[in-house]
């Protein structure tokens, strides 16, 4: 199976900037979907960005699609969470999951590994 692991969260300002990475524990293959989640505390997981692992195709939360860039560098098997202009409400504990199929979703249930996650607090 695949490994998933995290990092780069951390306590900001609003305003501020933070890149999140995930890092799989062998090469993820070209056609392996991956999606980042985040929980908040008494929230359910919420979808927050996903990318085609072999192509361009991503997807994102409607509050963050205009300050989050999701990104990819398949040859480190490394996802990214470009995150700017943070807000209060971006608190969370960010997860990353990848997905055995090919097409980016927004559900859960569809990835199939996932990392311990990494906090992210923003102040105001």
């Known amino acids: 199976q695949v490994q998933v692991e995290e990092s780069g969260g951390g306590s900001v300002q609003a305003g501020d900037s933070l890149r999140l990475s995930c890092t799989a524990s062998?090469?993820?293959?070209?056609?392996?979907?991956m999606g980042w989640f985040r929980q908040a505390p008494g929230r359910e997981r919420e979808f927050v960005a996903a990318?085609?692992?072999?192509?361009?195709?991503?997807n994102y939360l409607d509050s963050v699609q205009d300050r989050f860039t999701i990104s990819r560098d398949n040859a480190r098997s490394t996802a990214y969470l470009q995150m700017n202009l943070l807000k209060p409400e971006d608190t969370a504990v960010y997860y990353c999951a990848i997905s055995r199929r090919a097409v980016p979703s927004t559900t859960p249930n569809t990835y199939q590994y996932w990392g311990q996650g990494t906090q992210v607090t923003v102040s105001s």
């Open positions: 062998r090469r993820t293959a070209s056609n392996n979907a």
């Open positions: 990318i085609s692992w072999n192509g361009g195709t991503t």
